[in-house]
């Protein structure tokens, strides 16, 4: 099932949401730091990786709604990307809810903010495997009749046709 919303043949969700992932993943990884080592700046710097990454999902989320709704009813990527949909509003809210607590003093985070941070990146990588799931799995966002041989998206022509000794 090819997406509806794609960016020269390739889907906009797929390619915006290695942003939330990376920088809301780094984020959590700053504020470990930070417990360990009592730095502020690390702190700081989780603080600005959690906007940059809320940005990201913000961006790259109505993408993944476009797609959502051209699924055909009643079938199991449906009810996949339901779940992953709303997984991911919830990781938002999540790493909404550590930002908001955090914008008074980014580098003196308290307890309860690194654990919505840490709870929201746990969720994430459930959802991150439903999302793998639709793509790989479930096909969704890949174009219909693609194939090991296909021709470069920019060509112009449908994946469904062989491009054999064709580069890039």
């Not at 984020?27 to 700046?41: C, H, K, P, R």
Request: no cysteine; net charge negative.
């Amino acid at each position: 099932m090819e997406s509806r919303a794609k960016i020269l043949g390739h889907p906009v969700h797929q390619i915006l949401v290695v942003f939330p992932l990376g920088l809301l993943a780094t984020a959590v990884i700053f504020d470990a730091i930070y417990l360990f080592t009592g730095n502020a700046t690390m702190a700081t710097v989780a603080y600005w990786m959690i906007v940059a990454g809320l940005l990201g999902g913000f961006a790259a989320a109505p993408f993944g709604w476009i797609d959502w709704f051209a699924i055909p009813q009643a079938t199991r990527a449906k009810s996949v990307g339901l779940m992953h949909g709303l997984g991911n509003v919830v990781v938002l809210l999540l790493f909404i809810g550590s930002w908001w607590l955090r914008r008074d003093a980014p580098e003196r985070p308290e307890t309860f903010d690194h654990l919505l941070s840490f709870a929201g990146a746990g969720l994430a990588l459930f959802t991150g495997w439903l999302g793998g799931e639709l793509v790989d799995r479930l096909g969704v966002g890949v174009d219909d009749g693609a194939n090991l041989n296909a021709p470069n998206s920019l060509s112009g022509r449908p994946a469904s046709e062989t491009s054999v000794g064709e580069k890039l």
